[in-house]
């Protein structure tokens, strides 16, 4: 959430800034309601100022014998416009809430100005895209002919956008989970943690997914008020909610391995064919809570992190910096990660690196101090996916298949397939 003292007092220059990503803010009716919020609070303290000088009137009064009952029925009026004022203020509050929570996080100066993907920023690239001697296929084919991807299966159990998997994918698969976390765990300093997989509606309200992406969360019927998370930075971002840290213990990093569900709401048609955009999928994300003024040099320490799972796992990839009309809603700035997928002939997201500033931190009330005796300050929030299992799966597939259609293993996953190091069609 944008500071509310900037919407008060520079309006016009965050109007300005959010314009660079598309969104129009309701500078008018903002500062129509800021008008009347403003009022009701002078009228307020006018009557609460009156009261006690009615009230000690009373006292007074009382103490002469002399007949109270005007000055308690003009008391009487007071409280009964009170109330009143309060009930308007509150709602007015309301309003002026509903609005602020509406309103995106605004992007750091160094973001691109741009409309859309097409105006994102390549920084750097990595790896060289390999040269087939034959004409490469798509995820879906070589694992449809290795009879180890089944998407009738799945649709048959769930329906569109799902997966099963069999055998040595499978086992690709959990492989792939064991080595991100032990790499970043082992060498890049995260605690891992196990976070729960339903959250309730104020923690996605805590990190920005609501009120924006209510649609596009699988909600479990009922009165309980939870949702199936759509990323783990729900949770390890939530557990730093109403705290007040203490600088020693910053930065905070975290890696947990969670399924994520998305109902793709804003999706409409695009990448149907096989497993880039499912509505379960695992992902590894690491999550940093750091001082203010540490977060941008911990936005590159973090994308080098999930850097390095592709560099491991020797997949070519590009490094975007997103541009206004591109980044997320709470972010203000992301770096995107680019896989190279000989299927398609492109490279193709597989991972989100974010600093939100102090966006998420206003939300969530997550504060540190250097002293007990300090005024707390707001955190700064980061995450990043590092990586997503199931596209990385599909990188590795397309970039290590051979003219027979079978899939070779990255080297730095043999010890985690039991020295398995290629897999062939299921029987």
Sequence with gaps: MIDSKLLRHDIERVAIDLSKRGFILSVDKINELEEQRKALQIKTQQLQNDRNTKSKLIGQAKAKGEDTSPLLAEVGQFGSQLKEIETKLELIQQQLQDIYLMIPNIPNESVPVGKDESDNVEIRKWGVPRQFEFSPKDHVELGENLKLLDFDAASKLSGARFIVMHDGLARLHRALIQFMLDVHTNQHGYKEIYVPYLVKEEAFYGTGQLPKHREDMFWIAGDSNLSLISTAEVPLTNLVRDSILEGESLPIKWVAHTPCFRSEA??????????????????????????????????????????????????????????????????????????????????????????????????????????????????????????????????????????????????????????????????
Excluded at 308 to 337: S, W
Excluded at 374 to 393: C, D, H, I, Q, Y
Excluded at 413 to 418: E, Q, R, S
């Design 266 to 427: 804003g999706s409409y048609g695009k990448d149907t064919r096989g497993m880039i955009r499912q509505h379960q999928f695992e992902k590894i994300e690491l999550v940093q809570v750091v001082k203010p003024e540490n977060s941008y040099q911990t936005l590159d320490e973090l994308t080098s992190h999930a850097e390095k799972i592709l560099q491991k796992l020797e997949l070519p990839y590009r490094v975007m910096t997103l541009c206004t009309g591109d980044i997320g809603f709470a972010a203000a700035k992301t770096y995107d990660l680019e896989v190279w997928l000989p299927g398609q002939n492109t490279y193709r997201e597989i991972s989100s690196c974010s600093n939100f500033e102090d966006f998420q931190a206003r939300r969530l009330q997550a504060r540190w101090r250097n002293k007990p005796d300090e005024k707390p300050m707001l955190v700064n929030t980061l995450n990043g996916s590092a990586l997503a299992v199931g596209r990385t799966l599909v990188a590795i597939m397309e970039n290590y298949q051979d003219a027979q259609g079978n899939i070779h293993v990255p080297e730095a996953l043999w010890t985690f397939m039991d020295g398995k190091k290629i897999i062939e069609r299921c029987c």
